[in-house]
Nanobody, 123 residues
Framework: QVQLVESGGRLVQAGGSLRLSCVAS????????TGWFRQAPGKEREFVAA????????LYGDSVKGRFTISRDNAKNTVYLQMNSLKPEDTALYFC????????????????WGQGTQVTVSS
């Protein structure tokens, strides 16, 4: 079993930056494929970013490409999401997710999920 805990969500102004963190426990972090998703009220869950455990492969959703960066610190069992040039449209509940087998953009194919951390971007 894998437990994921997100943190770092808060209220920020448009154009600002924020870094989210996700700490994993219960399994060797380097063996996990990790991703970030977000969901706003009334909208479908949206893929944000994902990273492999060792190959250095990164995936990004079209809406955040060029603004967000995913990174990992295996020694701390932590994955980060650096968010720059934030827009009001980025307001959502952000979830950390992990997969044991492969890197994917589909939320239904992830095995473990955190509880979410709220990001609100004001104009």
């Amino acid at each position: 079993q894998v437990q994921l805990v997100e943190s770092g969500g808060r209220l920020v102004q448009a154009g600002g930056s924020l870094r989210l963190s996700c700490v994993a426990s219960g399994r060797t972090f380097s063996n996990l494929l990790t991703g970030w998703f977000r969901q706003a009220p009334g909208k479908e869950r949206e893929f944000v970013a994902a990273a492999s455990g060792s190959a250095g492969v990164e995936l990004y959703g079209d809406s955040v490409k060029g603004r967000f960066t995913i990174s990992r610190d295996n020694a701390k069992n932590t994955v980060y999401l650096q968010m720059n040039s934030l827009k009001p449209e980025d307001t959502a509940l952000y979830f950390c997710a992990a997969n044991l087998d492969f890197l994917t953009r589909r939320g239904s194919e992830y095995d473990y999920w955190g509880q979410g951390t709220q990001v609100t971007v004001s104009s």
